[in-house]
Nanobody
Framework: QVQLVESGGGLVQAGGSLRLSCAAS????????MGWYRQASGKERELVAT??????NYADSAKGRFAISRDNAKNTVSLQMNSLKPEDTGVYYC?????????WGQGTQVTVSS
């Protein structure tokens, strides 16, 4: 079983920065995609960014402001968020996708005040 534990959420003013981190424990295949998703109140969960061993992918809303990174030795994935906007507010979830399985963290709240 894989467990994901997120940290780093909080309250920040518009224009500020936050760094989210996610630590994965358990049996994790090297062939995986790690990523961050978010869910705003009343909306569906949406992709923010994903990263494989060599490729990153960002939602249009995150391009140029957010940066995803991973440490394969530590099984961690981080999301550096800069120039935050009120519309970035939501619960951010860490995700790991492997060939036959899909794991989610419990989520961490990010609130951006205007």
């Amino acid at each position: 079983q894989v467990q994901l534990v997120e940290s780093g959420g909080g309250l920040v003013q518009a224009g500020g920065s936050l760094r989210l981190s996610c630590a994965a424990s358990g049996i994790i295949s090297r062939l995986n995609v790690m990523g961050w998703y978010r869910q705003a109140s009343g909306k569906e969960r949406e992709l923010v960014a994903t990263i494989t061993s060599g490729t990153t992918n960002y939602a249009d809303s995150a391009k140029g402001r957010f940066a995803i990174s991973r440490d394969n030795a530590k099984n961690t994935v981080s999301l550096q968020m800069n120039s935050l906007k009120p519309e970035d507010t939501g619960v951010y979830y860490c995700n790991v996708k492997m060939t036959y399985s899909d794991y989610w963290g419990q989520g961490t709240q990010v609130t951006v005040s205007s």
